[in-house]
């Protein structure tokens, strides 16, 4: 969501992100100036089809866009830490940190984990499963030194570094809790050892384990069952609760959105087309991709209804369209004006934006754009 002033609920503040990749064919605008703001406690869900910049948001929020990525634009922290007994907030501009700098790398797996889309490229084949995860907790998780049990008060001011038996308990237990049989033993497999479910597991495992401020969670179910798969919302959801995390949830599928998020940013070709609260969009969806989203997803009971389907293909990123980048697929286009004029993201209802020429005010006002709406 855009907001113009910073609240104490405010976890991460991304303003006017862009990341530009120079490339032999041509430049591509991967994210074409991201607004939105991160919440703590809630879940912030992002939606788009594949290279509509979700992910590259993700790992700019992180400070890992890979090369030849050039990041312009403001990614701020708001990191609360008690000092002289008193709780203050810190804010850090991560897209200044150095990526290989000591400041960055204690944010990364601490304050901000991520569960990324590929767990065999992620995981170190010659480290155990539990390896990875004694290691993030060893690094990053402190337990208060009165005790030495799962509860943690991120108010407490005296903590300890977890031991070495402490972290391997708490690795079977996170591997216990995301589904992994036998975590006992699983806990000394090596990734090659595990399946591709598996190893997503631990990767899930690995980000909970240290109790971060903000979890990043980049299709994090996409390759399990549906049981495990609400067996690890249900773990996320828990989570959230017990210490106040933020999630910033990517995924492909509305249903996963609507039973997670409290708001969501729906994106193409790099833009945020529509963002809101969850409610207010699958109610009343402002942006014709949006609708479109949300009329192709099947209904219990529907038997006879067509599933909506949108016309053509995603454009190359070499050669986006002039004006409005959805113009050529959308149902609502009107020629000499969605072909012509980039639409600005507005306001058209309360906490709902949508990028979309029916509600940019600098546009006249026309008979054809009240038909458009009403039809809408």
């Not at 480290?127 to 991120?154: D, N, Y």
């Not at 986006?320 to 058209?348: S, Y």
């Amino acid at each position: 969501m855009i907001v113009n002033e910073i609240t104490d609920d405010v976890l991460v503040s991304i303003r006017d992100l862009r990341i530009r990749f120079d490339v032999r064919d041509g430049i591509v605008n991967a994210v074409d100036g991201a607004n939105f703001t991160i919440r703590r406690g809630k879940t912030l869900g992002v939606i788009g089809e594949s290279g509509c910049g979700k992910s590259m948001t993700a790992k700019a929020i992180m400070n890992m866009v890979p090369k030849p990525g050039i990041m312009t634009g403001e990614v701020t922290l708001y990191k609360r830490h008690v000092e002289n007994g008193s709780q203050i907030v810190e804010e850090i501009r991560l897209d200044q940190l150095d990526k290989d700098g000591e400041e960055i790398r204690k944010i990364r797996g601490g304050t901000i984990t991520m569960i990324f889309q590929e767990p065999m490229s992620s995981l170190t084949p010659v480290f155990s499963a539990g390896f990875h995860i004694m290691e993030a907790v060893k690094l990053h998780r402190f337990l208060p030194i009165e005790s030495i049990g799962e509860t943690m008060t991120r108010n407490i001011q005296k903590k300890r570094q977890v031991s070495l038996e402490e972290a391997r308990e708490i690795a079977i237990d996170m591997l216990q809790k995301v589904g992994l049989p036998n975590a006992a033993q699983r806990v000394d497999s090596y990734p090659h050892q595990l399946s591709g479910g598996q190893r997503q597991r631990v990767m899930i495992a690995i980000a909970l384990s240290t109790h971060p401020d903000l979890l990043i969670a980049d299709e994090p179910t996409t390759a399990l069952d549906v049981s495990i798969e609400a067996q690890i919302l249900d773990l996320m959801r828990e989570l959230q609760e017990t210490v106040d995390m933020a999630i910033l949830f990517i995924t492909h599928n509305m249903g996963v959105i609507a039973e997670m998020a409290d708001e969501m940013v729906v994106m193409y070709m790099g833009k945020e087309v529509e963002e809101g609260s969850v409610i207010d969009i699958f109610e009343n969806p402002k942006h014709p991709y949006t609708r479109l989203l949300l009329a192709s997803i099947p209904e219990i009971g529907e038997k006879k209804r067509e599933l909506a389907t949108i016309k053509g293909m995603t454009p190359s990123p070499f050669d986006l369209p002039t004006g409005c980048v959805f113009h050529p697929r959308c149902p609502d286009f009107m020629p000499g004006k969605c072909d012509v004029v980039k639409p600005l993201l507005a306001t058209v209802a309360k906490n709902q934006n949508a990028r979309c020429l029916m509600y940019d005010p600098c546009w006249p006002d026309t008979a054809e754009a009240q038909a458009i709406k009403a039809k809408a």
